[in-house]
């Protein structure tokens, strides 16, 4: 796909999607990496004399305009972490707007209203994308944690305008491709979390691509309670056993070895500080609820880790908003760092709770790229093509 360097933005209506579906508590932003990672495609736009017009979604609304979820608060963040000025338009789409982009000189920005707003925006509506499209000349895509919608403003905009992808969602096909597409092997996958019913995709997946399959969290109940073993009152699914043999079974024959946890933290009550103890995998009783993994897990994981090359990690340990329940992944978490850092071990990461899980772990800096995507970076991880990186791929220059 085509990147900046080539498409013309001297003097150009740029329109720039981005994914600005921040964190937002009382009017502010509680986490801009996001917005970070989207300043340099910004700042070269801006500098290379394009007219910057910022497309995003934010929230979900369903019935048109609403306070909840306009895009005006974040004209300030965006203009505070650019250290540039942002204006802002009320609507997305229509006169006033084709007004305020026609008066716009070169290096100006513009931040556009909610594009979920309109119907047309999820429906991926051609005479939406036509409206859009009436505002810019060259169409930049920077939001991959958005491009598993086949929206407008996400697909539709790359059909009909000169289309490239951005430096941010550059440098994120880049990890993920050199993580998964082509690693250096071995290459091991961390899956934590809660479902197994809501990662079979993505353990389907995998299991084909990775050498080790480390599974932690909730989910490995299952996998234990499957195969006989007592996990007391701990959180499993019980129609997914059959499934979790079947998975088991499937991975062997892949040649993917899966690793679960040899020991576990058990408490009484799903509380932070409950009184807890470390018991082997077989010894679980039946009041107990597995809320983390034990030191000989974490041993067994760093060994695994630390004759692997490439890691993907989706999806924390234990509990880990529930201290010391944090405990197990902080400890991978760490190791996983240092090897990183010490150039034994690319490390990608990404998936709703997994960022929050390195970043209260203190490592995520570390890591060699940690996605800032929730949804995508699944259905990645899953083997879906994205429409959004799919339609930058078929777009040969318009
Ligand atoms: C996200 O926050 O994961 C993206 O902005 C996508 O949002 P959505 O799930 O509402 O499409």
Redesign the pocket.
């Known amino acids: 796909f085509r990147t900046l360097e080539d498409v013309d933005i001297a003097g150009k209506r740029v329109l720039l999607r981005v994914?600005l579906?921040l964190p937002v508590e009382s009017g502010r932003v509680t986490d801009t990496t996001r917005l970070e990672r989207i300043i340099p495609t910004m700042r070269e736009i801006i500098s290379r004399g394009g007219k910057l017009i910022l497309l995003s979604?934010f929230?979900?609304p369903k019935n048109g305009p609403d306070e909840d979820n306009t895009l005006r608060p974040l004209a300030a963040a965006v203009s505070a972490h650019l250290d540039w000025p942002v204006s802002f338009a009320f609507d997305c789409i229509g006169e006033e707007t084709q007004e305020a982009v026609a008066a716009m000189q070169d290096g100006d920005v513009l931040l556009l209203e909610n594009t979920r707003f309109h119907k047309g925006e999820e429906a991926n509506d051609p005479a939406f994308v036509a409206e859009l499209a009436k505002l810019g000349d060259v169409y930049v895509n920077d939001?991959f944690?958005?491009a598993?919608?086949s929206h407008a403003s996400t697909e539709g905009l790359a059909h009909v305008l000169p289309a490239c992808a951005g430096r941010s969602m550059q440098a994120e096909l880049e990890a993920l491709n050199h993580a998964l597409d082509e690693p250096e092997r071995p290459l091991a996958a961390i899956v934590g979390g809660a479902k197994v019913s809501s990662k079979l995709a993505l353990l389907g997946n995998l299991m084909k691509k990775v050498d080790y399959l480390i599974i932690g969290g909730a989910m490995a109940n299952t996998f234990f309670a499957a195969q006989g073993r007592k996990v007391g009152k701990s959180l499993v699914e019980r129609n997914m056993y059959e499934t979790a043999l079947k998975i088991l079974d499937a991975a062997r024959d892949a040649h993917c070895q899966i690793v679960l946890p040899e020991d576990v933290v058990v408490a009484h009550d799903f509380k932070a500080h409950a009184p807890s103890h470390v018991v082997g995998i077989d010894m679980v009783e039946d009041g107990d609820m597995i809320l983390d993994i034990g030191p000989a897990s974490v041993a067994a994981i760093d060994k695994v880790l630390a004759g692997t090359k490439t890691l993907v990690w989706n999806g924390p340990f234990g509990a880990f908003e529930l201290s010391p329940f944090d405990a197990g992944t902080n400890a991978v978490a760490q190791f996983a760092a240092d090897r990183t850092s010490a150039n034994q071990l690319l490390t990608v990461a990404g998936g709703g709770d997994t960022v929050a899980a390195l970043n209260q772990a203190g490592v995520g800096e570390k890591f060699s790229y940690i996605s800032t995507?929730?949804?995508?970076f699944l259905e990645w991880l899953e083997g879906k093509s994205l429409p959004g990186v799919e339609a930058l791929r078929v777009n040969n220059g318009k």
């Open positions: 994914d579906n979604h929230g979900r939001g944690s958005v598993h919608r995507a929730g949804g995508a």
